[in-house]
């Protein structure tokens, strides 16, 4: 069965948001983020979407059901999660656009979403005038007691997109791991290509 994406903004957006949490709540749980999620904090975290005129998520459905999405909105949007791994980069936050969290459930990978989500994500950012586009991803050591033995890190689909790590550009989330009692932080790595 073929996968059918479509862009959703303003209020298709918005009552999507529930979807995308769960989405969220399961694909973070495996590796490498392993993130022990829950509704509330999800509502909180996505509900700034809702409230951004040049967000969007691009859904992937399967019979009218949602498998699979990418978010996206303005990084100036997130300045305040992410000033502090900018400040020595030189980089005009008002210039990039922020592709955050694309999510699919495991039955629906290998259907070409991957490549979908980014070009409908960078073809929205440059109808909005932004000059470049990133993104962010978990640090995490491949001797880690939970990362599968055929693990293959997507580095090389992001760079044939175009994409590369920008250097010491890295922000600190903390979430609690699967199975922790405690939130620890973690590093994530910033991404970027020109538009």
Partial sequence: MALAFRVLTG???TEALDDVARLRIAVFR?????YEGDLTYERRYLAPYAESDQALIVGAFAEGRLVGAATGAPLSEHAADF???FDQSGIDLAQVFY???SVLLPDWRGRGAG?????LREA???RLGFRKICFCAVIRDTSHPHCPADYRPPDRFWRRRGYEPLPDVIAS???KDVGASEETAKSLQFWMRDL
Avoid at 30 to 34: A, E, N, V
Avoid at 115 to 119: Q, V
């Fill in 83 to 85: 000033a502090a791994a």
């Fill in 115 to 119: 490549h979908r989500f980014f070009d």
């Fill in 11 to 13: 209020d298709a957006l």
């Fill in 99 to 101: 592709c955050a969290e």
């Fill in 173 to 175: 989330f903390s979430w």
């Fill in 124 to 126: 929205h950012a440059r």
């Fill in 30 to 34: 495996d590796w490498p983020y392993l």
